[in-house]
């Protein structure tokens, strides 16, 4: 029987109606925005003259106050809430992209569900990125917050941790620096690094663990192991530029890694590494274990 045409389109718009009535944290796979703060390095700014300091919609909120203002205009003012699931956040499946310039001292954990981690869950196809000539600085230290940046040099600036198999990230054109580790990929995770930059990250600037996989493209993984503060020089935990451990493995493809305290490269475990058109030079020792 042939269902008239005006059926189908009744049917349609009640499907759509049904689907836009679903909270919207149950939506996979959406994208939603982040305004990168560039008012000042007051945290507890967060109110500022419509269009200034990073409000890329205009609303005159930025950091906490743009995460919580309404649930449906899906525009953050931190990466920590618009990765969540709240105020229809990617619930750690989707594209979060950072739409203006600006610092975010704030460690990304994607180690939900992994071990007694409180961290974000993975449960898909996880894009962080720059938008095309933004600037964001994933960066530990913040002038005139001494105790907040003595304990994010503790951690790592972006952790991503899962059992699964069947998961990834995908890093694009982020800045990344004065952390523990810029990068830490534990467990099974799939990692995808593209134009990203690591600097003074005093273990290693990108680390891969356990039986991850990590491949970089186009990144400057630079000057691991180094850091200066008021207090003087950190002393290097040792300063990697790339590790690789345990079963992990990974490719370099178009990377400059120079500078570092340590090894350049490093691959102390069995996984398999591939090295192809890279810029390795003026490290320790540019390259250190298997390949």
């Given at each position: 029987?042939?269902?008239p045409?005006?059926h189908t389109?009744r049917?349609?718009?009640l499907?759509?109606a049904?689907v836009a009535?679903?909270p919207l944290q149950?939506?996979?796979?959406?994208?939603?925005?982040?305004?990168?703060?560039?008012?000042?390095n007051?945290?507890?700014?967060t109110?500022?003259?419509?269009?200034?300091?990073g409000d890329?919609?205009?609303?005159?909120?930025i950091g906490?106050?743009e995460?919580?203002d309404?649930?449906?205009d899906?525009?953050?003012?931190?990466?920590t809430?618009?990765?969540?699931s709240?105020?229809?956040g990617?619930?750690?499946n989707?594209?979060?992209?950072i739409v203006t310039?600006?610092?975010?001292?704030?460690?990304?954990?994607?180690?939900?569900?992994?071990?007694a981690?409180?961290?974000?869950?993975?449960?898909?196809?996880l894009?962080?990125?720059?938008?095309?000539?933004?600037v964001?600085?994933?960066?530990?230290?913040?002038?005139?917050?001494?105790?907040?940046?003595?304990?994010?040099?503790?951690?790592?600036?972006?952790?991503?941790?899962t059992?699964?198999t069947?998961?990834a990230?995908?890093l694009?054109?982020?800045?990344v620096?004065?952390?523990?580790y810029g990068?830490?990929?534990?467990g099974g995770a799939?990692?995808t690094?593209?134009?990203?930059?690591?600097d003074?990250?005093?273990a290693?600037?990108?680390?891969?663990?356990?039986?991850?996989?990590?491949?970089m493209?186009?990144?400057?993984i630079s000057a691991g192991g180094?850091?200066?503060?008021?207090?003087?020089k950190?002393a290097?935990?040792?300063?990697n530029g790339?590790?690789?451990?345990?079963t992990?493995?990974?490719?370099?493809?178009?990377?400059?890694v120079?500078?570092?305290t340590?090894?350049g490269?490093?691959?102390?475990?069995?996984?398999r590494?591939?090295?192809?058109e890279?810029n390795v030079f003026?490290?320790?020792i540019d390259?250190?274990?298997?390949?």
């Amino acid at each position: 029987m042939k269902v008239p045409r005006s059926h189908t389109i009744r049917a349609l718009a009640l499907a759509a109606a049904a689907v836009a009535l679903l909270p919207l944290q149950a939506r996979a796979n959406h994208p939603v925005l982040v305004e990168g703060n560039n008012a000042g390095n007051d945290p507890a700014v967060t109110t500022v003259p419509p269009g200034t300091g990073g409000d890329f919609d205009g609303d005159g909120l930025i950091g906490t106050a743009e995460d919580t203002d309404n649930a449906t205009d899906r525009v953050f003012g931190t990466l920590t809430a618009a990765l969540g699931s709240a105020n229809g956040g990617a619930n750690g499946n989707g594209r979060v992209t950072i739409v203006t310039s600006g610092r975010f001292p704030e460690a990304i954990d994607l180690s939900g569900g992994a071990g007694a981690s409180t961290g974000q869950t993975l449960n898909g196809v996880l894009v962080i990125e720059a938008a095309p000539g933004v600037v964001a600085n994933i960066d530990a230290v913040l002038a005139g917050d001494a105790a907040g940046t003595t304990a994010r040099e503790a951690l790592p600036g972006i952790l991503i941790e899962t059992a699964q198999t069947d998961r990834a990230v995908i890093l694009r054109n982020l800045v990344v620096r004065n952390w523990a580790y810029g990068l830490l990929v534990r467990g099974g995770a799939r990692v995808t690094v593209e134009g990203c930059k690591f600097d003074s990250n005093l273990a290693a600037n990108v680390s891969a663990e356990d039986r991850a996989r990590l491949t970089m493209t186009e990144c400057s993984i630079s000057a691991g192991g180094m850091r200066f503060t008021a207090a003087g020089k950190a002393a290097p935990d040792p300063g990697n530029g790339v590790e690789f451990e345990d079963t992990a493995g990974g490719s370099l493809f178009r990377c400059t890694v120079s500078s570092n305290t340590a090894a350049g490269v490093l691959n102390t475990g069995t996984g398999r590494v591939r090295l192809l058109e890279n810029n390795v030079f003026d490290n320790g020792i540019d390259f250190r274990g298997r390949f």
